[in-house]
Every structure is written in structure tokens, then in C-alpha cells.
Antibody, heavy 124, light 107 residues
Framework: VQLVESGGGLVKPGGSLRLSCAAS????????MNWVRQAPGKGLEWVSS????????FYADSAKGRFTISRDNAENSLYLQMNSLRADDTAVYYC??????????????????WGQGTQVTVSS | DIQMTQSPSSLSASVRHRVTITCRAS??????LNWYQQKPGKAPKLLIY???SLQSGVPSRFSGSGSGTDFTLTISSLQPEDFATYYC?????????FGQGTRLEIE
């Protein structure tokens, strides 16, 4: 399993950026995918998830209305379109695979593989 | 939204000692609780899923317990490579929030 993020960089407040995550080593179209970010010196913040068929999409409140998650199963790629960027969006952005563990009583979700992250800096 | 609170925020301990980190959810999340380890400059690594199930390849000195709102991560005998930051995460309902992290340092 390999997840490789790209598309990060320096952008001015109010600007836009599109992150990509190239997946390999597994059947991408079968898994929920996630974006998680980490501001400098801070903890992890879950940003968004998208189900295998794009039928279920969820966002953190901080991302709603500004970020759009999408995927292309034919290209084994995950995306995060980020608009109206603010200084507090500065972070390392990770893509992570969601795995559903079947423990008979229920399905339990976890993020079992992560990319190395891409740095997004929002500054004038 | 469900809030996750870890304690302590930081912890000092010695090699071969036993440590416990706690995580509390603002409402019941059954056993939908995961633990991750993160070392500086690296991506997080999944340790425990479903509150108490050990991820493949993770040493057995790591264990998790709890259900409902209160959870613990225990490291039975600290090794040098265990000094890192640990995060809990709930996946009961989106947004799948993380705790603020517990930094484990060498004493």
C-alpha cells in the first residue's frame, strides 16, 4: 500500500489549492478515503472522508463550504479542493485509507495506511 | 459533534515502566475508538482499533480497553522506540474527531 500526496505549497489568504493523493498497492475503489491535517506543533484534525463510490461524503465544520473532497477510481486518486483559504488552514495534509474491521458484532472503522503528507502554507 | 479529551497531555516515564493514557468521549461511542502513535516528522501509525484490537504488526506490549465514554491505552513495558505522541480517535459518527494528543517523553 502506498499513498502519495501532492499539490501543497504557499498560497495567499483567500486563494485556492487542490491536493491530490495517488494510491497504489490495493484496490482503491473498494475503500473509503480520508484527509487529516496537522497544524504546526498541533494535534491531528480529521478533515473529510469519501466512501468508495462517492456516495457518502463528510466534512469537519472547519472545512464545510470551503473544501470539496472527490475521487477518481479509474485513476486511483483522491482529491481535496480547498477554496477561501485562511491562515489557520496552514498544516500538513495527510491522506489516509479507511478500513472497516468486521468484528461480527459491528464494523469498526480506522485509518490503517497514511501518506507522508503535503505542506500547505497560507500566508501573504 | 463528539469531543475527545485525552489525559495527561504529556507524560514522562522510564524504559521498562508501565504507562496508561486515557481518552474520554463527550458521549457514548460504544467501542468505536482507535489509538495512533506519531513520531516527529512522520505520519501517524495505527496501533489499536475497536478499542482493544491490536493492529497487525504492533507489539503486544500495547493494549487498549474501555467502551462507552472511557478508554485507556496501556504500554506494559516501555521501549526506547515508544517515546512519541499518542492520539485517540472516535469513528462512531462523523466528524471522526481526534483527542488532543499525549506526548510521552523519556524520564
Amino acid at each position: 500500500v502506498q499513498l502519495v500526496e501532492s499539490g501543497g505549497g504557499l498560497v495567499k489568504p483567500g486563494g485556492s489549492l487542490r491536493l491530490s493523493c495517488a494510491a497504489s498497492g490495493f484496490t482503491f475503489s473498494s475503500y473509503t478515503m480520508n484527509w487529516v491535517r496537522q497544524a504546526p506543533g498541533k494535534g491531528l484534525e480529521w478533515v473529510s472522508s469519501i466512501s468508495s463510490d462517492s456516495g457518502y461524503i463528510f466534512y469537519a465544520d472547519s472545512a464545510k463550504g470551503r473544501f470539496t473532497i472527490s475521487r477518481d477510481n479509474a485513476e486511483n486518486s483522491l482529491y481535496l479542493q480547498m477554496n477561501s483559504l485562511r491562515a489557520d488552514d496552514t498544516a500538513v495534509y495527510y491522506c489516509a485509507r479507511g478500513f472497516d474491521y468486521d468484528l461480527l458484532t459491528d464494523y469498526y472503522k480506522a485509518l490503517d495506511y497514511w501518506g507522508q503528507g503535503t505542506q500547505v502554507t497560507v500566508s501573504s | 459533534d463528539i469531543q475527545m479529551t485525552q489525559s495527561p497531555s504529556s507524560l514522562s516515564a522510564s524504559v521498562r515502566h508501565r504507562v496508561t493514557i486515557t481518552c474520554r468521549a463527550s458521549q457514548s461511542i460504544s467501542s468505536h475508538l482507535n489509538w495512533y502513535q506519531q513520531k516527529p516528522g512522520k505520519a501517524p501509525k495505527l496501533l489499536i482499533y475497536a478499542a482493544s484490537s491490536l493492529q497487525s504488526g504492533v507489539p503486544s506490549r500495547f493494549s487498549g480497553s474501555g467502551s462507552g465514554t472511557d478508554f485507556t491505552l496501556t504500554i506494559s513495558s516501555l521501549q526506547p522506540e515508544d517515546f512519541a505522541t499518542y492520539y485517540c480517535q472516535q469513528t462512531y459518527s462523523p466528524p471522526h474527531s481526534f483527542g488532543q494528543g499525549t506526548r510521552l517523553e523519556i524520564e
